[in-house]
């Protein structure tokens, strides 16, 4: 081994330092800078000359020009293993809980724990035999963390085929332990073990193909999967201006969308927000595999009072574990609150190196920073023929909620999916505010595209007509416009909004969301027959007093069978010769 | 012994720069000059130069000065011997009182562990309708007040100060004027809340500077009293002065600015303060509120936007009253459920209603026809106005509930408000 280099700061600027070097320096090394017992992690952004400038990881307070910097040689790295599920890591994966219990209340500049326990043994299955053939990415075996088979792949940095020369045999291994030796076709051979590590900044592309995402992923959000879906492997955005709901939405997807594993990026906002996920995931008990959330679950926090710099490698730190699982034909689902918090991370590091500043003096790389991440999402074939994908959803905080603000409009080129939340649906406290007006998908619905496109029409006609009542007041507005508008107001009512708060109405299956929009859909092409205005009005009030009771009984129980005779007797007397039943 | 460096070579508005060696990032210096003595602190290090903001303003510095470096961050003393005293932005008294130098502790510390922290369950009550009923605030939340010159924000603040619960009240003033704080000061004592406050006070006609460090030394210290179990209520006023001090510095050191002037990282400097509000585990906690006036009423400004951004909600006081719309408590949900069993039905029926009132309001100015049903929300309206929503209303949690429902059944039959059968029944008044 080359002795690694190292350096002496010459300059300081908030969490930029810059260094002076000898011997040759990568860039995005990581290095160490050395303040009396502490170590504090940095990486090079950026090399001129023999001058590198790096970001720091941590608070800069008290350094001193002329301290020395260890260079390391290594990329930032993540190690992938075991272990993870349920874990809390900081945006460098350390594990919080095990921070608190060495520092206390306080996070203390310096201190890195390892991410995966050394000393715990898994039960270790092997699933090849030497003399068999492998490549990176291959499945060499198994242990069981929580509720998945968590496999032993060939490290996904080789190239190549390769011959397994010995595995073990089933039994107990820590992650230092070799599992398998496997050798090369010059002979050279490379041990396996249950973990490996991988630089978060690349992609792990260890599969055979990447498909098109078509299979819909379902959140149980009705807005969500009738109208602007999602798919497994796909990406969606959620802009909206503070307090509209993006953190609540997030929230609700990850307790119910239908994945293995979901991985929380809580990137730049409320440690408090946090808190809630991480106190309550562990006593939730997720009904389908019977399990507390938190068995599924990967929260990396880099909350808005820790460090900056680790803003960025919270977000490239949940992706590559979210493909790692993938890499073993989990569905994974990535969500980012907020994709915007590390967007201004770059432009603070942007204008410490002095870049020429863009628009809102972002950086002019903001826009394939922000697409490379989103492609980092997808639907793939595994060597094995299993499938995995990696779905990614980012909440964006513009500025002003001014949707034309860089990073929400960079983030709109690359997303399938765009579930802009407005202020005037949040005021008026129609949650989800996702605004129909303004969002699109462009991924498959669970409805029938028909029916679909029909819910959408009575909604932008529905706005029309009330946009012209402002205007010439309801006196100047015909019954039949009228009509249309309060039938566009029900559907929002009682199938757009959802009332996160009502155990029932919170989530609904795909099964439930296709009958209801079935039965609406009737009601929406029905003809009803009324004399005057105050008397369609209150017709419909009743109706979505009666479907918002439906909304919160179980589906499929006696009682919502009973509602559903009780709702379609009362549309019958209204409707022209009985047309909707 | 501190080595004292005399070779100032640059002064651009507060920041000078200065040949020295072996100086830290953001440690504390003194710079002599005919005027006194002032703090200064490291914000850039370049080679042997070192950048230094003033605290007293670079004004009648001259290149021949004296700068005396400390080899420590900014510190600030701690404990309950600052109760009931009065500090500068710089920590300097501004009582009668002794120079204090117990228990320092440096501010701007490091952030609380994530996991160290409880899921807030304490609602803080004002005896104010609008908050305890509409948005009730919890302990360790932080909120910000939005308003706008002229309105009586600052009475507010005072008064939701002096009728909370809690252990210790402390006050940072930012670009505040003398009156101002004679009359928090007044209020305080008053309310014999004087001997458990301890108030930082920048004015308006105090250096720039200092007013950065106001929310930094007031969080340090209700912070170290957090950690022995005490539950602390900073007050913080006016954060907009706060953030153009930012703004001001930021331009003097050529950073690029991002938004109306304002840099980059305002969102994190801001975030780091608001953030040190906490429940702890073990301990006690920190309550932050905060006034932020916006600029030109206008809540998409820099200052109001970044703040909402990081808040858990704001109270938006307009025309002397707290708004119902635009205000908002996001910790609400964690208390009003065990407060007693009517009050989100209240909440939530009173200010549907109240919607719906401010749309015949407009409906009316429009000229349109006024239905019965108009006629009901306009009056429920006024009354709402008037019995709730006025700053002079000061009652309990239940009397506020009660009261909801005496205006309720003055106004409405029981279905037309849309309450639950079961609820009616227990509450509805059965008065005639
Ligand atoms: N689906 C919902 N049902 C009921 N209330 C909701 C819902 N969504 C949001 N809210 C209310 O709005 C508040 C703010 O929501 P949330 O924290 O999700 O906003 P946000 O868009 O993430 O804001 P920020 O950008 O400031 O983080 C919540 O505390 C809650 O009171
Ligand atoms: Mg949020």
Request: with cysteine.
């Given at each position: 081994?080359?002795?690694?280099?190292?350096?002496?700061?010459?300059?300081?600027?908030?969490?930029?330092?810059?260094?002076?070097?000898?011997?040759?320096?990568?860039?995005?090394?990581?290095?160490?800078?050395?303040?009396?017992?502490?170590?504090?992690?940095?990486?090079?952004?950026?090399?001129?000359?023999?001058?590198?400038?790096?970001?720091?990881?941590?608070?800069?307070?008290?350094?001193?020009?002329?301290?020395?910097?260890?260079?390391?040689?290594?990329?930032?790295?993540?190690?992938?293993?075991?272990?993870?599920?349920?874990?809390?890591?900081?945006?460098?994966?350390?594990?919080?809980?095990?921070?608190?219990?060495?520092?206390?209340?306080?996070?203390?500049?310096?201190?890195?724990?390892?991410?995966?326990?050394?000393?715990?043994?898994?039960?270790?299955?092997?699933?090849?035999?030497?003399?068999?053939?492998?490549?990176?990415?291959?499945?060499?075996?198994?242990?069981?963390?929580?509720?998945?088979?968590?496999?032993?792949?060939?490290?996904?940095?080789?190239?190549?085929?390769?011959?397994?020369?010995?595995?073990?045999?089933?039994?107990?291994?820590?992650?230092?332990?070799?599992?398998?030796?496997?050798?090369?076709?010059?002979?050279?051979?490379?041990?396996?073990?249950?973990?490996?590590?991988?630089?978060?900044?690349?992609?792990?592309?260890?599969?055979?193909?990447?498909?098109?995402?078509?299979?819909?992923?379902?959140?149980?959000?009705?807005?969500?999967?009738?109208?602007?879906?999602?798919?497994?492997?796909?990406?969606?955005?959620?802009?909206?201006?503070?307090?509209?709901?993006?953190?609540?939405?997030?929230?609700?997807?990850?307790?119910?969308?239908?994945?293995?594993?979901?991985?929380?990026?809580?990137?730049?906002?409320?440690?408090?927000?946090?808190?809630?996920?991480?106190?309550?995931?562990?006593?939730?008990?997720?009904?389908?595999?019977?399990?507390?959330?938190?068995?599924?679950?990967?929260?990396?926090?880099?909350?808005?009072?820790?460090?900056?710099?680790?803003?960025?490698?919270?977000?490239?730190?949940?992706?590559?574990?979210?493909?790692?699982?993938?890499?073993?034909?989990?569905?994974?689902?990535?969500?980012?609150?907020?994709?915007?918090?590390?967007?201004?991370?770059?432009?603070?590091?942007?204008?410490?190196?002095?870049?020429?500043?863009?628009?809102?003096?972002?950086?002019?790389?903001?826009?394939?920073?922000?697409?490379?991440?989103?492609?980092?999402?997808?639907?793939?074939?595994?060597?094995?023929?299993?499938?995995?994908?990696?779905?990614?959803?980012?909440?964006?905080?513009?500025?002003?909620?001014?949707?034309?603000?860089?990073?929400?409009?960079?983030?709109?080129?690359?997303?399938?999916?765009?579930?802009?939340?407005?202020?005037?649906?949040?005021?008026?406290?129609?949650?989800?505010?996702?605004?129909?007006?303004?969002?699109?998908?462009?991924?498959?619905?669970?409805?029938?595209?028909?029916?679909?496109?029909?819910?959408?029409?009575i909604?932008?006609k529905g706005n029309d007509i009330a946009q012209m009542m402002?205007?010439v007041g309801e006196e100047g507005t015909s019954l039949q416009d009228y009509m249309d508008f309060l039938k566009a107001e029900?559907?929002?009512?009682?199938?757009?909004?959802?009332?996160?708060?009502?155990?029932?109405?919170?989530?609904?299956?795909?099964?439930?969301?296709?009958?209801?929009?079935?039965?609406?859909?009737?009601?929406?092409?029905?003809?009803?027959?009324?004399?005057?205005k105050?008397?369609a009005?209150?017709?419909?009030?009743?109706?979505?007093?009666?479907?918002?009771?439906?909304?919160?009984?179980?589906?499929?129980?006696?009682?919502?069978?009973?509602?559903?005779?009780?709702?379609?007797?009362?549309?019958?007397?209204?409707?022209?010769?009985?047309?909707?039943? | 012994?501190?080595?004292?460096?005399?070779?100032?070579?640059?002064?651009?508005?507060?920041?000078?720069?200065?040949?020295?060696?072996?100086?830290?990032?953001?440690?504390?210096?003194?710079?002599?000059?005919?005027?006194?003595?002032?703090?200064?602190?490291?914000?850039?290090?370049?080679?042997?130069?070192?950048?230094?903001?003033?605290?007293?303003?670079?004004?009648?510095?001259?290149?021949?000065?004296?700068?005396?470096?400390?080899?420590?961050?900014?510190?600030?003393?701690?404990?309950?011997?600052?109760?009931?005293?009065?500090?500068?932005?710089?920590?300097?008294?501004?009582?009668?009182?002794?120079?204090?130098?117990?228990?320092?502790?440096?501010?701007?510390?490091?952030?609380?562990?994530?996991?160290?922290?409880?899921?807030?369950?304490?609602?803080?009550?004002?005896?104010?309708?609008?908050?305890?009923?509409?948005?009730?605030?919890?302990?360790?939340?932080?909120?910000?007040?939005?308003?706008?010159?002229?309105?009586?924000?600052?009475?507010?603040?005072?008064?939701?100060?002096?009728?909370?619960?809690?252990?210790?009240?402390?006050?940072?003033?930012?670009?505040?004027?003398?009156?101002?704080?004679?009359?928090?000061?007044?209020?305080?004592?008053?309310?014999?809340?004087?001997?458990?406050?301890?108030?930082?006070?920048?004015?308006?006609?105090?250096?720039?500077?200092?007013?950065?460090?106001?929310?930094?030394?007031?969080?340090?210290?209700?912070?170290?009293?957090?950690?022995?179990?005490?539950?602390?209520?900073?007050?913080?006023?006016?954060?907009?002065?706060?953030?153009?001090?930012?703004?001001?510095?930021?331009?003097?050191?050529?950073?690029?600015?991002?938004?109306?002037?304002?840099?980059?990282?305002?969102?994190?400097?801001?975030?780091?303060?608001?953030?040190?509000?906490?429940?702890?585990?073990?301990?006690?906690?920190?309550?932050?509120?905060?006034?932020?006036?916006?600029?030109?009423?206008?809540?998409?400004?820099?200052?109001?936007?970044?703040?909402?951004?990081?808040?858990?909600?704001?109270?938006?006081?307009?025309?002397?009253?707290?708004?119902?719309?635009?205000?908002?408590?996001?910790?609400?949900?964690?208390?009003?459920?065990?407060?007693?069993?009517?009050?989100?039905?209240?909440?939530?029926?009173?200010?549907?209603?109240?919607?719906?009132?401010?749309?015949?309001?407009?409906?009316?100015?429009?000229?349109?026809?006024?239905?019965?049903?108009?006629?009901?929300?306009?009056?429920?309206?006024?009354?709402?106005?008037?019995?709730?929503?006025?700053?002079?209303?000061?009652?309990?949690?239940?009397?506020?509930?009660?009261?909801?429902?005496?205006?309720?059944?003055?106004?409405?039959?029981?279905?037309?408000?849309?309450?639950?059968?079961?609820?009616?029944?227990?509450?509805?008044?059965?008065?005639?």
């Amino acid at each position: 081994m080359t002795a690694l280099s190292s350096g002496r700061i010459v300059r300081i600027n908030g969490n930029m330092v810059t260094v002076t070097f000898d011997t040759p320096v990568m860039q995005n090394e990581v290095a160490y800078i050395r303040h009396g017992q502490e170590r504090l992690k940095s990486e090079v952004i950026r090399i001129r000359g023999n001058l590198a400038e790096m970001q720091v990881y941590e608070a800069t307070t008290g350094l001193k020009i002329g301290e020395e910097v260890e260079f390391t040689g290594e990329l930032l790295s993540i190690e992938l293993g075991p272990g993870m599920l349920g874990q809390i890591y900081d945006g460098l994966q350390n594990p919080l809980p095990e921070i608190a219990e060495q520092c206390g209340f306080f996070l203390q500049r310096g201190v890195y724990i390892k991410a995966l326990s050394e000393s715990k043994t898994w039960d270790f299955t092997p699933e090849k035999k030497p003399g068999d053939s492998v490549r990176a990415g291959d499945k060499i075996g198994y242990v069981e963390e929580k509720i998945f088979r968590h496999f032993c792949m060939v490290p996904f940095t080789l190239t190549g085929n390769y011959e397994i020369i010995s595995i073990e045999n089933a039994g107990r291994f820590t992650i230092r332990q070799a599992v398998a030796q496997i050798m090369d076709q010059n002979g050279k051979i490379y041990p396996v073990f249950l973990s490996q590590t991988w630089p978060v900044k690349i992609p792990i592309q260890a599969y055979t193909e990447r498909l098109k995402p078509e299979e819909p992923l379902v959140t149980k959000m009705r807005l969500i999967d009738s109208l602007f879906p999602v798919s497994r492997g796909g990406t969606y955005c959620i802009p909206g201006p503070f307090g509209a709901g993006k953190t609540v939405l997030q929230q609700l997807i990850s307790r119910h969308a239908e994945v293995d594993i979901v991985i929380i990026a809580a990137c730049g906002e409320r440690a408090g927000e946090i808190v809630e996920t991480l106190r309550t995931f562990p006593s939730i008990i997720d009904p389908r595999t019977s399990r507390p959330l938190s068995d599924r679950t990967v929260i990396i926090c880099n909350t808005s009072s820790m460090p900056v710099a680790a803003r960025e490698s919270s977000v490239y730190t949940a992706v590559t574990i979210a493909e790692y699982y993938r890499q073993m034909g989990l569905h994974v689902l990535l969500l980012a609150d907020s994709t915007s918090r590390w967007a201004q991370a770059m432009r603070e590091m942007s204008g410490r190196l002095e870049e020429i500043p863009g628009e809102e003096a972002f950086p002019a790389y903001l826009e394939s920073r922000i697409a490379s991440f989103y492609e980092r999402a997808g639907l793939v074939r595994l060597h094995d023929g299993s499938l995995g994908s990696v779905t990614i959803g980012g909440a964006v905080s513009p500025a002003g909620g001014n949707f034309e603000e860089p990073v929400t409009q960079a983030t709109l080129k690359v997303v399938g999916a765009f579930l802009g939340l407005s202020r005037s649906r949040s005021d008026a406290r129609r949650y989800p505010a996702i605004d129909p007006l303004i969002s699109w998908s462009k991924y498959r619905s669970i409805i029938e595209e028909g029916q679909r496109e029909r819910g959408q029409g009575i909604l932008l006609k529905g706005n029309d007509i009330a946009q012209m009542m402002k205007v010439v007041g309801e006196e100047g507005t015909s019954l039949q416009d009228y009509m249309d508008f309060l039938k566009a107001e029900f559907f929002d009512f009682v199938y757009l909004q959802q009332n996160a708060f009502d155990p029932v109405d919170e989530a609904t299956v795909k099964e439930r969301q296709i009958y209801i929009f079935d039965f609406i859909h009737r009601i929406i092409e029905s003809e009803f027959v009324f004399e005057r205005k105050d008397e369609a009005l209150h017709f419909f009030q009743q109706l979505r007093q009666l479907f918002r009771g439906w909304n919160s009984i179980s589906w499929q129980s006696d009682e919502f069978k009973k509602t559903e005779q009780e709702i379609r007797a009362f549309l019958l007397v209204r409707t022209r010769e009985g047309k909707h039943a | 012994m501190h080595k004292i460096y005399t070779s100032i070579n640059q002064i651009v508005g507060d920041v000078i720069a200065v040949d020295a060696e072996d100086v830290g990032n953001t440690e504390l210096a003194e710079v002599t000059t005919r005027r006194g003595t002032s703090l200064a602190q490291v914000i850039r290090l370049d080679g042997n130069k070192a950048f230094l903001q003033v605290f007293a303003g670079s004004r009648g510095i001259s290149t021949g000065d004296r700068v005396r470096f400390l080899g420590h961050p900014m510190r600030i003393a701690t404990g309950d011997l600052l109760l009931g005293r009065v500090f500068n932005g710089s920590g300097r008294p501004l009582d009668n009182g002794p120079d204090l130098s117990e228990n320092l502790v440096d501010i701007g510390g490091p952030p609380v562990n994530p996991v160290k922290r409880i899921i807030p369950n304490k609602m803080i009550r004002t005896g104010i309708p609008m908050i305890d009923v509409f948005n009730s605030l919890v302990e360790s939340q932080k909120l910000p007040i939005f308003s706008i010159a002229g309105e009586p924000y600052n009475e507010l603040l005072a008064r939701i100060g002096t009728q909370a619960e809690v252990d210790i009240i402390i006050l940072g003033g930012m670009g505040l004027k003398y009156d101002d704080y004679l009359f928090f000061r007044d209020t305080l004592e008053e309310h014999g809340a004087l001997s458990h406050s301890i108030v930082f006070m920048h004015t308006a006609a105090d250096p720039v500077v200092e007013c950065l460090l106001v929310p930094d030394i007031s969080l340090a210290v209700a912070e170290n009293f957090a950690l022995e179990g005490k539950r602390v209520l900073v007050l913080l006023t006016d954060m907009s002065n706060f953030c153009d001090a930012l703004k001001e510095i930021a331009i003097t050191m050529q950073q690029i600015p991002s938004n109306r002037g304002y840099p980059g990282d305002l969102y994190s400097l801001l975030a780091s303060r608001y953030e040190k509000a906490v429940d702890f585990e073990t301990a006690g906690s920190i309550t932050i509120l905060a006034v932020t006036t916006m600029p030109g009423d206008d809540v998409t400004h820099p200052i109001p936007d970044n703040t909402g951004y990081i808040t858990e909600g704001q109270f938006y006081l307009k025309n002397g009253a707290i708004e119902p719309f635009g205000s908002l408590s996001r910790l609400k949900q964690l208390v009003n459920a065990k407060t007693r069993d009517d009050h989100r039905t209240i909440m939530d029926t009173m200010i549907q209603l109240f919607a719906d009132y401010r749309e015949t309001q407009e409906k009316q100015s429009m000229g349109f026809q006024m239905s019965a049903w108009d006629m009901k929300l306009l009056k429920y309206g006024q009354l709402f106005e008037e019995k709730m929503m006025s700053l002079k209303v000061n009652i309990p949690l239940e009397k506020a509930l009660d009261l909801g429902w005496e205006i309720l059944h003055d106004c409405f039959l029981p279905e037309e408000t849309g309450i639950k059968r079961s609820i009616i029944d227990q509450y509805w008044p059965k008065k005639l």
